[in-house]
């Protein structure tokens, strides 16, 4: 007893002490504070508060490790401290310890349920970790408690947003912005305007993301991504002001180090695999880091049929399904075992179906999984082979593969390009989208398949009612160029080329897809600018998958886009029996249709640079002979060449992953 009173009454006699250190540690003493802490603790090595605030010194310097230590002990002395807790937390993250992190803010939570700070630093944890849903609800709680906080609404709409309830974000961010239109610090901010111009651009509502993220831009010339959203918002509407200079800039962040575009983005603007790679080093570091434990460890499997799973949010009525799920089909079940891992939408169109029936387990994980929890699904099955098919894509999740859950991972088809990251170990392509001297471009393993690295289904039905060219709004007779490529492949450089090729086959038109209002509108004044008549563009609306495969007949020939090819469109124009025109580039995306086309045996239809490609197109024109002799050719090859050998395709494609070796 007499022990403890001592022990009580050094305590007491402390507490004034640690109030002026704690006092001289606010006002940025830092040093001083430690020396403090320390002295108190030589006199009562249990003190709580000395122990917690020396931890946060220790945090505040960089020692993060003896921080967490000594708050830790402090939480041992005394366990109901709400600011220790959520001081190691702070610890914690810093670590990647996120679970560990949860906890002790959860516990903080508990302890002072009717504290903002703790709830909006919980919710900020669970954006990070990707668990949307509990994020919402803990900011629907929160809000209750005060309903006119702009920060809860931000913090709000921004799991809303990432749980891809579009309209309840904007509506939440709108709420944030009426309670203080420049929510504190500008930093905030620009972050809510960031996440609205890009579910605008989501929702295809790109002239009000580009009024938004020109406002960013004003603010902040190199906020995170937002010129390089700017030419995103741009290039689908075909709008083409200003766009040299964005793509200026965008360059120059990249040079600088910045994170200033989405890798799929720049594939649209420039053709140099070098600009490629650092992009995309720079973006995954940021959003997709290496910095989480290894699943897989290098223990060996023992599995009698190789275990492979293919991750999508594509696995639906989508260009990616269209083409894959064929070999999905044939693969040999005596020698692999194949997992669809399904994260995106799930109608029940008839590829659906015929997925659902290809694979032996479909597992989906859209319900709100985060990456860490579909890594740890994938680990527990002992997957072999993890295969991405979105890699930077709309809706790509390259974050599950920074967990390593499988011993090889491997990127393929959906993005065509370098990821960048350490922990993707294969990228599966030929040697002519990627030539080997390229191999230093690429953080990922080439893995190259002998023909086409592009898998094609051979049972794609093609409707037999062909459209008459006049219910297309076609010329019955006249020369008809076609690109059905997505407006943003489409540069004012294309474009000027198939203006010129226009103005010199008399009567000739151009047939496009229908993009929006605007973007119809943008191509048309611009084909006037150059001196064509508006009428010669003529758009295509959407159809069924066979339909549109039919409706290729109606057209002479297909044109290219560059610096990203035609991808599917050039097999599906190809598959329909219409000639594709290409000019390979320097980049995987940009050398696609030469792989197909030399898959084809059909070297003619690729030329060596611009003026090739437009007198090509021209001759074609006017002598409708030699053009009806390559299409007999293709007629031909489409049965014996290997481009649409589904059969053959899924073979090699079997034998290159047997021969893969695993992460060391």
């Not at 999508?312 to 692999?336: N, P």
């Not at 329909?576 to 059909?602: C, E, N």
């Not at 007198?615 to 006017?622: L, V």
């Not at 049965?639 to 992460?663: G, I, Q, W």
Request: charged share 20%.
């Amino acid at each position: 007893m007499a022990n403890h009173q001592t022990s009580s009454a050094v305590t007491q006699q402390l507490i004034p002490l640690i109030s002026d250190i704690i006092a001289m540690h606010k006002q940025g003493r830092i040093g001083e504070a430690e020396a403090g802490y320390r002295e108190v603790l030589q006199n009562n090595p249990a003190e709580p508060d000395a122990l917690h605030y020396l931890g946060l010194v220790c945090l505040q310097t960089g020692r993060t490790e003896d921080g967490l230590n000594w708050i830790s002990q402090s939480l041992s002395a005394k366990p109901d401290q709400v600011a220790a807790l959520g001081n190691r937390a702070m610890g914690y993250m810093a670590t990647g310890k996120l679970s560990q992190a949860q906890q002790d803010l959860e516990n903080a939570a508990k302890l002072d349920p009717n504290s903002v700070g703790i709830k909006v630093n919980l919710a900020g944890l669970l954006l990070r970790m990707g668990k949307f849903r509990d994020a919402i609800h803990v900011m629907e709680l929160t809000r209750e408690l005060a309903p006119e906080s702009a920060k809860i609404h931000q913090v709000l709409g921004t799991a809303l947003y990432g749980d891809k309830r579009y309209q309840e974000a904007l509506l939440s961010f709108e709420k944030a912005m009426q309670i203080a239109p420049d929510l504190g610090d500008q930093e905030s901010l620009c972050s809510v305007l960031s996440n609205t111009s890009s579910i605008f651009i989501i929702q295809g509502n790109m002239s009000g993301a580009v009024n938004i993220l020109q406002r960013i831009l004003s603010l902040d010339a190199w906020y995170p991504l937002a010129i390089g959203d700017l030419a995103a918002a741009k290039m689908p509407q075909c709008d083409w002001n200003d766009l040299d200079q964005i793509k200026q800039s965008v360059l120059e962040g990249i040079q600088a180090g910045l994170n200033s575009i989405n890798p799929f983005t720049l594939l649209n603007l420039v053709d140099d695999p070098q600009y490629h790679l650092a992009c995309a080093k720079r973006y995954s570091q940021e959003k997709f880091p290496n910095t989480n434990e290894p699943l897989y460890k290098g223990q060996h499997y023992q599995h009698e049929r190789i275990k492979i799973a293919y991750l999508s949010a594509d696995l639906h009525d989508h260009a990616t399904a269209h083409l894959m799920v064929g070999m999905f089909e044939k693969h040999d079940r005596t020698k692999f075992e194949v997992y669809a891992v399904s994260y995106g939408v799930s109608d029940q169109g008839p590829v659906r179906q015929r997925l659902l029936a290809a694979f032996e387990h479909f597992i989906e994980v859209n319900n709100g999984e985060t990456d860490a929890e579909i890594a740890q699904l994938l680990h527990r099955l002992e997957i072999d082979i993890a295969i991405d098919l979105k890699g930077f894509t709309h809706e790509g999740r390259v974050g599950i593969f920074s967990y390593r859950p499988a011993p090889v991972q491997v990127s393929y088809l959906g993005y065509p390009g370098t990821l960048g990251v350490s922990y993707m170990d294969y990228v599966i392509a030929d040697r002519v989208v990627i030539p080997e001297d390229q191999q230093c471009f690429y953080t990922e393993r080439l893995a190259y398949l002998p023909n086409c690295y592009q898998i094609t289904d051979d049972r794609r039905a093609i409707a037999d009612a062909v459209p008459a060219r006049i219910a297309l709004g076609l010329p019955q007779d006249a020369m008809v160029y076609c690109c059905f490529n997505n407006p943003q492949k489409i540069t004012s450089q294309v474009f000027d080329i198939w203006m010129t090729i226009l103005k010199a086959v008399p009567g000739s038109v151009l047939w496009l897809f229908k993009g929006s209002q605007e973007t119809d509108t943008n191509l048309k004044r611009e084909a006037m600018a150059r001196g064509v008549d508006q009428n010669r563009l003529v758009f295509a609306g959407r159809v069924s998958q066979a339909d549109h495969l039919a409706r290729h007949k109606c057209a002479d020939l297909f044109l290219d886009t560059a610096p990203y090819n035609a991808h599917t469109s050039a097999s599906d124009a190809l598959w329909a029996g219409l000639p594709v025109l290409t000019v390979p580039g320097k980049s995987f995306a940009s050398r696609v249709a030469a792989s197909i086309l030399l898959a084809l045996d059909m070297p003619e239809l690729i030329a060596a640079d611009d003026d090739q490609y437009a007198a090509q197109a021209i001759e074609y024109g006017f002598n409708r002979n030699k053009l009806k002799l390559v299409k007999e050719k293709l007629k031909v090859n489409i049965k014996v060449k290997p481009l649409f050998n589904t059969e053959l395709f899924t073979r090699d494609f079997e034998a290159l992953l047997a021969s893969l070796s695993p992460a060391q």
